[in-house]
């Protein structure tokens, strides 16, 4: 029995479990949810009766969740005065799967963010972003339905480590002098006012991220694995992330993958003919093909050649760029879901690929559509798919009648413009 000091889970309900390295999902589970702050609120409460009423609709009262508020963020700190409670902690660890609204990181001081700390806390590696087109979701390009991709983000490490000191401090200062004095560095332009931040890229991060996307693309038959890195610039960590990226397919799944390391050694031993053949005989054999991008290269490309790039395997920092970039792509970030997963522990975190949207707070006007996505994301997850099937359909009928929220009210024509909850109620009606 899992043990809590200030929040208790509901009476109801029982823990889903990993067995054997599956879950084990009963027909009633405890899920623990973070309403989240800004329009955290609005969202989730349009979000969860959308979930409640698939899961009755699917299961007729067969299957229900068991909704366990946890808390994090302002509510969590107006309730108990601390952020992140351990209660929470626990609940997430405890209960396995989970599903969370936004929370804010304040910019350039104050506290870390509280999401970042949660996926370094239950170490959920990969952040896991979908990203696609709905029929009549406006969008700012031609032909936003060539966009088909799966983003597989590093979620622990890079930049987003934490390790940095701010400009002035002493620590800054120790670092810069051991860098100048003990390891030569004579290329820091301005010593004395410099912030330091470090980045570290190791070969265990980057192999379970590569084989969590790998593993994906075999699943679900997907065309190829693309490295985003800038590792032209970024040798030893963004360049490292490519590197141990094809040997790690190579190593792993040689017969099920064909890589462009591999298209390169043939290309200098053989020529580029031999070279285009091996890859075409390849494809031919529906071998998932391996590739690599220059991140700079591939946010010019998503927009004029998407459908060259299926799932995409990158680093903390360009998978926090690609994920907003790409939900522009396809409509906007209003539809954007995404979920933290552990694929060794089971732990997954399931939350919208957006922050709190602050200005439109208790409002009741913003998209709840990402987060009911990541619950589409979660269900999937859970193997409750007739249930994500159903939301999903009935979203993709709610769009279809013109239906929406502001975000896309403000660029279709003939569009009826709801209220957040007054949206959820749409999709609930096209069940
Ligand atoms: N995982 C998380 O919890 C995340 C938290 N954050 C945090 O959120 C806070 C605010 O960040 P900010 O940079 O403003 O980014 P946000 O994603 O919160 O908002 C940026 C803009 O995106 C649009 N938007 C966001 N959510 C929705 C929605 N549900 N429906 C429709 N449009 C939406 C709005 O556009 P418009 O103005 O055009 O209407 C909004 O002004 C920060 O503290 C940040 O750290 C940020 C990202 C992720
Ligand atoms: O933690 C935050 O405040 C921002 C996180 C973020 O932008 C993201 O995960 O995409
Ligand atoms: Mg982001």
Redesign the pocket.
Same mark, same amino acid.
């Given at each position: 029995m899992v043990q809590f000091k200030r929040f208790q889970p509901p009476a109801e309900g029982e823990p889903i479990t990993l067995e054997n390295g599956k879950l084990r999902v009963p027909n009633h589970p405890i899920i623990p949810f973070i309403e #989240?702050d800004?329009?955290g609120p609005d969202?989730w409460r349009a979000s969860v009766r959308v979930f409640d009423a698939a899961v009755a609709k699917v299961y007729g009262g067969e299957r229900k969740v068991a909704w366990y508020e946890v808390y994090a963020g302002e509510k969590a700190y107006n309730l108990f005065g601390e952020w992140l409670p351990d209660d929470t902690l626990t609940a997430l660890s405890a209960y396995i799967v989970s599903i969370k609204g $936004?929370? &804010? &990181?304040p910019v350039g001081g104050g506290i870390r +963010?509280l999401?970042v700390a949660l996926r370094q806390l239950l170490d959920l590696y990969v952040c896991q972003r979908p990203v696609r087109y709905f029929q009549g979701v406006p969008s700012p390009v031609k032909h936003p339905e060539l966009v088909d991709m799966v983003i597989f983000r590093e979620n622990s490490e890079d930049i987003y480590a934490g390790v940095e000191w701010a400009a002035g401090t002493p620590e800054a200062k120790k670092v810069i002098e051991f860098l100048q004095k003990e390891m030569g560095v004579n290329k820091i332009r301005f010593p004395e006012t410099s912030g330091i931040g470090i980045k570290p890229v190791s070969r265990e991060g980057t192999e379970r991220l590569v084989r969590a996307a790998i593993e994906y693309a075999l699943r679900h038959k997907r065309k190829s694995v693309t490295l985003v890195h800038k590792g032209n610039i970024m040798k030893f960590t963004e360049g490292a992330f490519k590197n141990w990226g094809y040997e790690l397919a190579e190593r792993e799944y040689g017969d099920k993958v064909f890589t462009w390391a591999q298209y390169d050694r043939i290309k200098a031993e053989q020529g580029q003919a031999a070279a285009d053949a091996a890859q075409k005989q390849a494809e031919s054999e529906g071998k998932l093909i391996i590739k690599d991008v220059i991140a700079d290269a591939f946010l010019q490309q998503i927009l004029t050649r998407p459908a060259e790039y299926d799932v995409i395997a990158t680093m903390n920092l360009n998978g926090d760029y690609i994920s907003d970039a790409l939900a522009a792509q396809v409509g #906007?970030? #209003?539809i954007a879901p995404g979920a933290n997963i552990n694929y060794v522990t089971g732990h997954a975190v399931f939350?919208a690929t957006? #922050? &709190?949207? $602050?200005?439109y707070a208790g409002l009741d006007k913003?998209? $709840?559509g +990402?987060v009911i996505l990541s619950g589409v994301m979660m269900f999937e997850y859970l193997g409750w798919q007739e249930v994500a099937d159903a939301i999903t359909r009935a979203l993709e009928k709610t769009i279809a009648q013109k239906i929406v &929220?502001y975000?896309f009210a403000r660029l279709m024509e003939g569009a009826r413009e709801v209220k957040t909850s007054e949206f959820a109620d749409a999709i609930i009606a096209n069940l």
């Open positions: #989240g800004g329009t969202i $936004p929370l &804010t &990181t +963010s999401n #906007g970030i #209003g939350e957006h #922050g &709190t949207a $602050p200005k913003v998209n $709840p +990402s &929220t975000d």
